[in-house]
């Protein structure tokens, strides 16, 4: 909110300059967000007399003025349908720039030469057009410098209140607060004080339908009001905050909700109906023009304000245009209330519409102040809109209303939290300041003080201020946070484990990162086109998303239940950047699977409309087109690679099965990823070319993704295994296999009569096609041997061979090559 | 030929003849000397040039300049064979580059920054916690003390996927959740994702990261909160720097702070960095709500507690003068690879 310092100082004075009430009030927890220096400045604009008008001799509209500035006379054109010989007017000088930027010079209008310009108010930045130029006091002085009358200078402070603190909406509010924080004196607003006899009747009646919607309802009438514009200070004020002046009626309100912080409205009385008003649902009215003309449509929780002829205002929101204050009006029906903060808030959000006014009474408003407030505004209606106050007035509340219990403070729990020792005297000085009242623990209404030192009560605008803690904020708030202690002795200071999640998080991130992988972090949505292009099929779990009802993003609506768009996106967005490939990216990063949510503790209601939240580990290689030694697709057998290697690392014991099981995936490129024990986890191989192009990429690239939260989070406990110090003796195997027999099964073969010395086995070498026969494969593996108990004979190795390569070829017609 | 074209003939001759004939540095660097130095021949002869007859003046002078000009090149060329010649027949070059065994990758610098905050933490005794993305607006809202349909909802714009489930907004639901399963003394940081429905630019992302933490027991105090905030940013933003509490209000603690600290590029007088005002917010904190309390299932004044959040994108783009958040979602590998040696 923008706070006048100008206005400011009517209540208040402080120390220092701005810069010092800024950091005064941030350190009181009211953050300036923002600062500026407003001024209304017209160099070259001075006061002037027009002599005398005539016509212009080539267009009907145009006037020619001659007009004495207080030195020479000077012939200007004006286009103002209320220019007059013999008015004091302003007059902008060749040379003078106008607010909006204009610069005058002499010019020639329609043939006529025009040595400068009578200004309208618009123009000036000085407020509105009231029919044109704008008239100053046939007194005015000419020659003058209009900045000598309409300058203006002020600072700005931009406020941020927090939705706790609805009395800061306001300039007195704020001056309450620095007066607390500095002990200044607090000088009040003046207002109109109802005379103690009077015989004339309001004749106005207000009827409330429900106390709960409008606790209070206060009605005044201002007779004999003159409208025109409002007095300077208040328009300059209201312009220095941002508001545009409108009249001086209107401006008035306006200027009290800014003063004081609460809302008023003026309703011409002259248009209302009948005399009474009701405050009520909308119920059958279905339609409403507001003060801007546009027709909103209400429903039945509209709290509005009716006339006989139905309604006038939405009820703390706008006011309606039927009642509008304007030239004509003569007598103002001024309202003041306390609506519920609750029915103002939906009926806003319903609308879509935020004004001031919903604003200050949704964070609700100043009971005390209702009354106030309307007498602030009739005493400036009285000032300076020439009203006539009716004594008479309306002022109904609901009689069931409860004030507030007073607060119990102990002061062993001030201490507590704070970690101060602060004294029971100091602390109800601190509250003292801020207007809370201490109430003798006798007299204390509420017998639930139970071991409460003093008995707090508070005004009515701190109604935020509700329970113990709410106080004890105050008081170390007030007394300042830097002096309070920093206890050297925090605790903590105990040692504690790491998960086993977050191990195994750490020890795959150092690993894949390491090898050449970059981690990257992706949007949790994407749009429901990714699925079409991922091709998931109708009835694929995945298709089944969390959707964000009232996204402002475009398009991307869907809580993911894959991480592959979301990689393929900053893939084609890297491919495209001329990057040296392959490039390696990884994430780990939660998907969300609706209705997937397992037990948990304690359960609420709700909590199986959570969905699961598995945390996926994907990793990618792309553009990697050349092959192995072995003569295999590098990036395919890439992935395989590192996900075995991690699982090793981790303690996994993931089985790669070929299938094609993805949609996404090349055709005969995939495995399915096991785990002993915890089924299916994981997915890798290579992504099919028309889903990569539905992607915008045209490099391969290979994937590979597991489940971590399927997997067992434990790392292995490693215990160190005695090794053979013996020497190995190595034997290749050069074999000519039939197709259709796998690594895996010659593997398994091997490994089952190989003997207990067969350490390891290696594919070294792989290769089909010149001088192997058609539809069979030249495999190259490579044995090594190695006895923990003494040196190894050739002999009994080739004995071992032996048995491996017969089996082989009676298993499966593999042959040993020349 | 005149008299001067003769005796540069004569010179070229003689000079390349001693360049070809130099079998080694040494004896180069002498010629070099011998040839192009200030008591050479042909720097006499130059320093001549202007005694010359106007009309021969500009002819001798060029021919001397190139002689100078081919003489160097000469030397050059000659030095560069000398030290070809010296190496070994089949040498490898050396200054090609070394061949690392695999190329480097990265941590993501949010994640980095994440884990380390975590790490500095858990060296105090916090224990870390995870919480749902996808939450219920209870433990978002309602069980955080933000009364329903209340303004203080309206500062965090909420993705909602029904009536009851949103996304979380903070990190700070976790709170509830955890003391609804455990009993202090808990000291507990959990970090995550968080969501606003909100506009994107170079200072808010629509998604982000934060960390929570918060320690509950029978007496924990401001105090203790101020000491910890101290620890974690001597440890994290180096010893000396200086903090502030400033009031401000969260629904959920009271005492609420937001938590200053000593612009580190002015040292506290003010610059584009901080706004001007010399201090940087790095996290909102303080005393946990009784509401809160009571939400989680505790007794009344059972116990005290301290609640914080940080926002980790803000911290990581102080700590390496990052100007726009959406640089980290873009996760632009020229980007992401600056960050290789951070762990």
Excluded at chain 1, 144 to 166: K, V
Excluded at chain 2, 110 to 134: A, K, N, Q
Excluded at chain 2, 232 to 248: L, S
Aim: aromatic content about 6%; proline content about 6%.
């Amino acid at each position: 909110m923008k706070i006048s310092l100008d206005w400011l100082r009517d209540f208040v004075t402080w120390e220092g300059d701005a810069e010092s009430l800024a950091s005064l009030l941030t350190m009181a927890g009211i953050n300036v967000e923002g600062r500026e220096e407003f001024t209304i400045a017209l160099p070259g604009v001075v006061v002037a007399h027009v002599r005398e008008t005539a016509r212009h001799p080539q267009a009907d509209k145009l006037t020619l003025c001659q007009v004495w500035d207080g030195e020479q006379t000077l012939s200007v054109v004006c286009g103002a349908p209320n220019v007059r010989a013999d008015q004091k007017v302003l007059l902008a000088r060749p040379g003078a720039v106008l607010p909006g930027g204009a610069k005058i010079k002499v010019s020639r209008i329609r043939g006529v030469e025009s040595q400068g310009m009578i200004c309208s108010a618009r123009e000036l930045g000085l407020g509105g057009d009231e029919g044109g130029i704008m008239e100053l006091p046939a007194a005015a002085p000419p020659g003058t410098a209009a900045d000598a009358l309409y300058g203006f200078r002020d600072q700005i402070l931009d406020l941020e209140i927090t939705p706790n603190r609805p009395d800061l909406l306001g300039h007195f509010g704020v001056a309450r607060e620095i007066a607390a924080l500095t002990g200044a004196m607090l000088t009040a607003p003046a207002l109109w004080t109802p005379p103690k006899t009077s015989s004339e009747r309001l004749e106005w009646s207000v009827e409330i339908e429900s106390f709960a919607d409008c606790p209070r309802y206060t009605a005044h009438l201002a007779r004999g009001v003159k409208l025109g514009p409002a007095p300077d200070f208040m328009r300059n004020r209201l312009l220095a905050v941002g508001q545009r002046p409108i009249n001086n009626v209107v401006d008035i309100t306006n200027y009290v909700m800014l003063e004081l912080g609460q809302p008023l409205h003026a309703f011409d009385r002259g248009k209302l109906s009948g005399t009474r008003l009701v405050v009520r649902r909308a119920g059958q009215e279905r339609e409403f023009t507001a003060l801007d003309g546009q027709t909103r449509h209400l429903d039945d929780d509209h709290l509005i304000i009716a006339d006989s002829a139905g309604a006038v205002a939405l009820a703390g929101i706008v006011g309606g245009s039927r009642s509008e204050v304007d030239a004509s009006t003569q007598e103002v029906l001024l309202e003041s209330a306390f609506f519920d903060p609750l029915v103002v808030r939906r009926g806003a959000r319903k609308l879509g519409l935020v004004t001031d006014s919903s604003y200050r009474f949704e964070r609700e408003a100043d009971w005390n102040m209702v009354e106030k407030a309307a007498w602030r505004a009739l005493h400036l209606l009285q000032q300076h809109a020439g009203a006539r106050i009716v004594p008479d007035r309306v002022d109904r509340q609901n009689p069931d209303r409860e004030s507030l219990p007073p607060i119990p403070l102990r002061i062993a729990q001030v201490n507590r939290l704070l970690g101060t020792e602060i004294e029971t005297t100091e602390a109800v000085q601190l509250l003292q300041a801020l207007d809370l009242t201490v109430v003798p623990l006798g007299q204390a209404r509420n017998r639930k003080s139970g071991s409460a030192n003093v008995m707090i009560e508070v005004p009515s605008f701190r109604r935020d201020l509700r329970a113990e803690v709410d106080l004890v904020e105050e008081i170390a708030r007030l007394r300042g946070f830097d002096r309070l202690p920093t206890d050297p002795a925090a605790r903590g200071a105990r040692a504690v484990a790491p998960r086993a999640l977050d191990k195994v998080r750490r020890r795959v991130r150092a690993h894949l990162s390491a090898v050449g992988y970059s981690e990257i972090v992706t949007s949790s949505f994407l749009a429901r086109e990714d699925l079409e292009r991922l091709g998931l099929a109708d009835g694929d779990a995945r298709r089944n998303c969390l959707s964000v009802r009232n996204a402002r993003l475009e398009g991307e609506t869907l809580l993911r239940t894959t991480l592959l768009p979301s990689l393929l996106r900053i893939l084609r967005h890297n491919l495209n950047a001329d990057l040296d490939c392959p490039l390696r990216l990884f994430q780990l990063n939660r998907v969300f699977w609706p209705g997937a949510r397992g037990a948990v503790e304690p359960s609420r209601p709700q909590e199986d409309q959570l969905p699961a939240e598995p945390l996926f580990l994907q990793l990618a290689v792309a553009g990697r087109t050349e092959s192995t030694p072995a003569g295999l697709p590098a990036g395919l057998w890439e992935v395989k690679g590192v996900v075995e290697t991690l699982g090793g690392l981790i303690g996994w014991s993931l089985e790669a099965r070929p299938g094609d099981s993805e949609p996404y995936g090349a055709l005969g490129r995939q495995w399915r990823l096991e785990e002993a024990g915890s089924g299916p986890v994981g997915w890798a191989g290579e992504l099919d070319g028309a889903v990569l192009a539905g992607f915008g990429i045209e490099a391969p690239v290979c994937v590979a993704e597991v489940d971590l939260t399927s997997l067992p989070a434990v790392l292995p406990s490693l215990a160190v295994r005695p090794f053979s110090r013996f020497p190995a003796v190595k034997r290749d195997l050069s074999l000519l296999v039939p197709d259709g027999v796998t690594f895996a099964e010659l593997a398994a073969v091997i490994r089952e009569r190989g003997g207990d010395c067969l350490e390891s086995l290696e594919l070294f070498d792989y290769y089909r096609g010149k001088g192997i026969p058609a539809g069979a494969a030249a495999l190259g593996i490579r044995l090594k041997f190695r006895s923990a108990k003494g040196n190894l004979k050739g002999t009994t190795v080739d004995k071992s061979l032996a048995l491996v390569t017969e089996e082989l070829a009676a298993r499966f017609g593999a042959q040993l090559r020349a | 030929m005149s008299v001067m074209d003769e005796q540069i003939a004569r010179l070229r001759a003689a000079a390349e003849a001693r360049i070809g004939a130099a079998a080694d540095g040494a004896t180069l660097e002498a010629a070099r000397v011998a040839l192009l130095g200030r008591r050479s021949e042909l720097t006499q002869l130059l320093r001549g040039v202007k005694d010359l007859p106007e009309a021969e003046r500009r002819v001798a002078g060029d021919a001397l300049n190139r002689l100078k000009t081919d003489l160097a090149a000469g030397l050059a060329e000659r030095e560069r064979g000398l030290a070809l010649a010296a190496r070994p027949a089949g040498a490898v070059d050396l200054t090609l580059p070394g061949a690392p065994p695999v190329p480097l990758g990265s941590l993501h610098p949010l994640l980095v920054v994440l884990e380390e905050i975590c790490d500095i933490f858990h060296s105090m005794g916090f224990t870390r916690e995870e919480g749902p993305d996808v939450e219920l607006d209870y433990y978002n809202f309602t069980a955080l003390n933000f009364p329903d349909d209340h303004p203080a909802r309206d500062s965090q714009d909420t993705f909602y996927v029904s009536d009851a489930v949103c996304l979380r907004t903070q990190t700070s639901p976790a709170q509830v959740r955890v003391m609804e399963r455990r009993t202090p003394p808990l000291s507990c940081i959990v970090p995550g994702r968080v969501y606003r429905n909100e506009a994107t630019d170079a200072s808010h992302a629509s998604e982000f990261f934060q960390i929570e933490g918060f320690s509950v027991d029978r007496d924990v105090s401001l105090a203790d909160l101020r000491a910890t905030v101290q620890q974690f940013v001597d440890v994290f933003f180096g010893a000396g720097r200086k903090i502030r509490f400033r009031p401000h209000y969260f629904p959920f603690t009271e005492p609420s702070v937001e938590v200053d600290m000593a612009c580190a590029s002015c040292g506290g007088s003010g610059c584009a960095v901080c706004g001007r005002t010399g201090w940087l917010e790095i996290m909102g904190a303080g005393m946990i709500h009784p509401n809160v309390f009571a939400a989680a299932g505790y007794a009344p004044d059972a116990y005290t507690g301290y609640a914080f959040g940080l926002g980790i994108d803000r911290i990581a783009m102080l700590r390496w003068g990052v100007d726009d958040i959406r640089l980290f979602y873009e996760n632009d590998l020229r980007f992401l690879h600056q960050f290789r040696g951070a762990w």
